[in-house]
Each structure stands twice: as structure tokens, then as C-alpha cells.
RNA sequence: AAAACAGGCUGCUCUAUCGUCUUUAUAGCUUUAUGGCUAUGGGGAAGGAAAGUCCGGGCAGCACAUGGCAGCUCGCCUCCUAACGGGAGGAUCACGACAUUUAAUUGGCGGGAUAGAAAGUGUAACAGAAAAUUGUCCUGAGUGUAUCAGGAGUGAAAAAAGCUGAUGGUAACAUUAGUGAUCUACAAACCUCGGGUGCUGAAAGGUCAAAUAAGUUCCGGUGUAAGGUUAGCCAGACCGUUCGGAAUGGGUGGACUGAUACAACUUGCCAGUGAUGGUAAGUGCAGAUAAAUGAUAGGGAAUUACAGAACCCGGCUUAUAGGUCUGUUUUUAUU
RNA sequence: ACUCUGUUCGUCUAAUGGUUUGAGGACGUCUGCCUUUCUAGCAGAAAAAAAGGGUUCGAUUCCCUUACAGAGUA
């Protein structure tokens, strides 16, 4: 059976490829949810993995700090659940990408909407691959 | 027993599967080694306010931060505390709702205020004779003037505060006797007196590796003029100029440390009206770094409130579903 | 994480440093006049101290708490 993990490493941290998805990433829309994508082609970090995520919330659409993480969470555990689909496609493993999600909506979420937009961004990203 | 008010305590739980952070044991891979990665098992994983950032302290750097002024801040008394603008117990004053009384009054409760107005300056609308060196009208004392006592009217306010002694109290102060004729209120107006206070803030600061110019730092000699220093002013301190030697290296992105064992928590006993202190036994209880607690399914009365640690403590303030305890008042029932 | 400002009609703003404050002005809104009608013009009206507490005889102003908005430090 297939294991849903998420490491630490599998998180996007550096500040550089952050500030390049939101100057020159490509974004697509499902909302509440906007996910901005990149291609990575940075050789010197050869030995990282294929795909890295994070995730953001405003915090002048959400003023308490519970709220967004309660956004947060819901949005890593729907990625942990179904980034197995991504991984299993050819096209994915000859290089790297990484990937951002934002909440752009106004009101907290339920898991079973978050998941289902999640599942309909990834498609699109399959598409446009 | 119910309702209202005030205060204290508590702050959903269990099972299964998948997943996150941390710690530890074993195994494998890697490394000169410390260590790192992976797998499996065990332990631990947000709060009473983690919040607001309103105070106090620890800790760190800046001249091993020294004195005065300015500025800021506090201000009844005694005590608690590492400290405080916090807390406990008391004193005085007016206010509020409640009870009581025909009424004046009295009673406990509640939150608040209280250094100095006899050091000086200032302000006190309207009304009123007069708003602080003021004296209208009426009555009485007085021959009369001056003065004294009582009353009227205006207004928030219209003339007894102080001093000396005695008694009680650690004290604030209370009671009482005498003396006393230039005396109100406001200091959350300026101000005076007394106490405290240097500034900055973990994005502080320290260590390591990669890379390298201007430069920077250190040591020794020389030197004390201008000027400079995270510093408002004065003093004091240090730096400076030049010569020689040594070390380091801007920006960028990292790792480790700071950083979780202490004013710690729990329980018992003792002292105290109480805050709190002493003592004995036991416990080890988050430590992330783009930042860890979630998802699904099912139960237990049941869509649980307010809400997420970011260096750490002590308070204050604010938010809060449900449960629970105590006190006061009212109503009803029983004895 | 830390530091600091501000909040006055629908909008932009003023003065008051405690006593005729009935809170002033501009733009906008409404009503009337004028005009064949609209605009412009003239006349008039409505409309505001973020919330709560305290000091005071009296608070928009002084003090405290809360809410909201904004700015700065990397």
C-alpha cells in the first residue's frame, strides 16, 4: 500500500524560489484556493525532492492565528493525501517543481470542500503538463 | 428549593486507521570522528487566558553605564514580595444601589478617590451685594460705630482651618479639653516635596564553515588639537594623530548556541485575620524556526465557548459555552 | 516578535488647552425660488465627538480601559 507521508523536506522553505513563483510562477484558480506553480531548475540542490509545498493564509482576511492554522492544516492534509497521483506521472520525475498554495477566501472552510478544490487544482496542473 | 447579584474553581472524553514535531532504544547505510539519513518500538507535545503589550523583574549588548540636571513615572498607613503602578489588612472622604425610619437618620455592601492649596502662579461661566483683603437685607446683643450670634436669598462652592495637650492605636487616624478671626474648591491646571528611573530588546547577543576589496579590530610606541561615542545638557571616561606588527573580512544564504531546571509544579503539616512564608516527601511537564496537534469512521447527554507557545518569569486588563462551589438578598415549603 | 500614532456630519477638515458649545467651514444630500426644462445662481433645512468608566460644579478637550484603523523596525 501507498504511504501518504509529508517530511520536512518535501516543504519549500527558500526565500529565492518562494519570491520567483509569486514574479514569474504560473497560477491556476480553483476557488477559494489559488495554487502558483514553478519549474525548478536549480541543479545545485540535486539531492532534494521532486516536489516541495507550502502553504499560506492573509492575515488581513483571517486576524486569528487559530484560524489560519486550522486553514493551513486542512490544506497539508488534503496535499498529503493525494500528491500521490502527481508523483506517479512520467512527465513530473525529469525534473523538479514546487508549489504554493493561498487561501484566498473569506470564511473558514469544511475539510470535504478544501479536498475537493485541492483534487481539481492538481488536475488542472496534469492538463497543462 | 428557585431566582438575581458578587466571587472562586474547572476549561469534553474514549477507540481504530493514516499523518506532523521532539526525545530515547535497536538495526541498516554513510562519515577519520562528532554527526547525518532511513526503518521499527517506547515516552512527551499549547492556555487559563498562550491574547492585549498596560506594569515589574531576570538575561544580553552598548563606555566592566559613574555623578548631577532635565525628562518620565509613582504618591493615605502597615505589611507581603526578587520587584511592581500588583496583592492583603486597615484609616478617612464623597458617591451608588439596597434595607430601615413618618422624616431627619442609621446599617452593612460595592466600585472609586486620598502627599502638599498655610511656598508661589493660575482658574472659578450664569446667578448673586460679594467667588476670596468679601460684608446686601432681616432679627437679636450693643447708646451708637466697630463687632458678635442667628436667619434670608443666589450658586457646585458664601469663612474654623490650624496649633497645643491628654487618651487609644506600630501608623494613617479617632475621641476629647483648650486656644484660635486674612479661612473655599481645583494639583487626572502649572507647580513644590519625597521615592524610583541610563538606553536598546532574543530580529538582543555568541560560536563555526564557504568567499573576498574598501575597511574594521587587537597589540606596542607616539600623542591629548579639532572632532567623535546607539547619550537631551554639564561633568567624568574612552577613542583620536602617526609608525610598526598581527588578525579579521562587504553582500548573500546557512548550521549550532541563546532555548527551556526553575522566584518550577503537586500533596501534607506548621506560623499568620490575610496576602504570604517555612518545612517534608514526590514529580520532570512543549521547544518549533515559512514555524509541529490534523483528517476519516464510530461511540459516551453533545455541530461545544474564548482562543495557538516563539527568550523566560510575577502581576494587571480584556474574551469565554457548559459544569461546579461559596456568600448575600427575595419568594415558597417544613420544623 | 517589538515600537509608535490616530478616531469630530455621507466625505475632507477647523477651533476649543475646562464655563453662550445651540461644535464652525467646504463638497455632497433634501426643500423652495429662478428657468420652457436641466445646470449654474439665490434662500433655507437635515446631518457628527469610536465605546465604557473616572476626575470635576461642568469633559469633544484631562486620566484609565477596550474596540477599530494606520505607520515603522527584519
Same mark, same amino acid.
Given at each position: 500500500?501507498?504511504?501518504?507521508t509529508f517530511k520536512r523536506s518535501e516543504r519549500l522553505k527558500s526565500k529565492k524560489i518562494i519570491?520567483?513563483? %509569486?514574479?514569474?510562477? *504560473?497560477?491556476?484558480?480553483?476557488h477559494p484556493i489559488k495554487l502558483f506553480w514553478i519549474e525548478v531548475k536549480d541543479s545545485?540542490?540535486?539531492?532534494?525532492?521532486?516536489?516541495?509545498?507550502? %502553504?499560506?493564509?492573509? *492575515?488581513k482576511k483571517f486576524k486569528k492565528a487559530v484560524d489560519r492554522n486550522r486553514i493551513k492544516r486542512l490544506m497539508r492534509e488534503s496535499v498529503r493525501l493525494q500528491k500521490h497521483e502527481l508523483i506517479q506521472?512520467?512527465?513530473?520525475?525529469?525534473?523538479r517543481f514546487a508549489f504554493m498554495f493561498l487561501y484566498i477566501g473569506e470564511e473558514l472552510p469544511e475539510y470535504q470542500n478544501v479536498e475537493q478544490k485541492i483534487k481539481k487544482c492538481i488536475d488542472q496542473f496534469k492538463i497543462t503538463i
Open positions: 500500500m501507498e504511504k501518504h519570491g520567483e513563483i %509569486f514574479s514569474n510562477g *504560473k497560477v491556476i484558480g480553483a545545485s540542490a540535486i539531492d532534494q525532492p521532486i516536489l516541495q509545498f507550502a %502553504f499560506t493564509v492573509s *492575515k506521472m512520467d512527465e513530473i520525475n525529469k525534473s
